[in-house]
T-cell receptor, first 116, second 114 residues
Framework: AQSVTQLGSHVSVSEGALVLLRCNYSSSVPPYLFWYVQYPNQGLQLLLKYTSAATLVKGINGFEAEFKKSETSFHLTKPSAHMSDAAEYFCAVSVKGRGSQGNLIFGKGTKLSVKP | KAGVTQTPRYLIKTRGQQVTLSCSPISGHRSVSWYQQTPGQGLQFLFEYFSETQRNKGNFPGRFSGRQFSNSRSEMNVSTLELGDSALYLC?????????????FGSGTQLSVL
């Protein structure tokens, strides 16, 4: 069975500092991996996804993530935080095949705060 | 292009009642998925519909049901409400519902059960 673990339910950074949000996955088959962001009172928005092409994936708003199979990790980074990045971030996994369409396994989420 | 629309935005019900939530996907999208979001359990998959057929189902009791219409709009029904059903219910749509597709989420329906 697939699962996702996000280390740190809350992360606080200063504006301009590096953002690093950690995600580890468990999957018996090659997974598809996603990062979604949720702003207050809104639904989720896709930041980026890994689908077995390049291991370094670039997403929207300056975010990127690197798939590391040996570490079963898919950490999200951004070189310089903006105040507008304050939100909750979710890592998710799905696998190829029937029974998985539309079914993402989400981590518990990490709330990012950005201090001025 | 209009996004995913969920109605109503907020709902207050009492235990034992039933509730129906509505989701209109992005035009052209044929797959609709439903998720329950709570502070304790996080985001959990309820079910997915494609071309009016339930294709996948999560681990929820039979009180949770859904359907999809020919125009891809979907409804979710919860019968005999319990306090633990209080949650944000999110609907997501995608084109064909393959496992690596981007899901487009609505803003959700916040259900409070008293």
């Amino acid at each position: 069975a697939q699962s996702v673990t996000q280390l740190g339910s809350h992360v606080s950074v200063s504006e301009g500092a590096l953002v690093l949000l950690r995600c580890n996955y468990s999957s018996s088959v090659p997974p598809y991996l996603f990062w979604y962001v949720q702003y207050p009172n809104q639904g989720l928005q896709l930041l980026l996804k890994y689908t077995s092409a390049a291991t370094l994936v670039k997403g929207i708003n300056g975010f990127e993530a690197e798939f590391k199979k040996s570490e079963t990790s898919f950490h999200l980074t951004k070189p310089s935080a903006h105040m507008s990045d304050a939100a909750e971030y979710f890592c998710a996994v799905s696998v190829k095949g029937r029974g998985s369409q539309g079914n993402l396994i989400f981590g518990k989420g990490t709330k990012l705060s950005v201090k001025p | 292009k209009a996004g995913v629309t969920q109605t109503p935005r907020y709902l207050i019900k009492t235990r034992g009642q039933q509730v129906t939530l509505s989701c209109s996907p992005i035009s052209g999208h044929r797959s609709v998925s439903w998720y329950q979001q709570t502070p304790g359990q996080g985001l959990q998959f309820l079910f997915e519909y494609f071309s009016e057929t339930q294709r996948n189902k999560g681990n929820f009791p039979g009180r949770f049901s859904g359907r999809q219409f020919s125009n891809s709009r979907s409804e979710m029904n919860v019968s005999t409400l319990e306090l633990g059903d209080s949650a944000l219910y999110l609907c997501a749509s995608s084109l064909g519902g393959t496992t690596n597709e981007k899901l487009f989420f609505g803003s959700g329906t916040q259900l409070s059960v008293l």
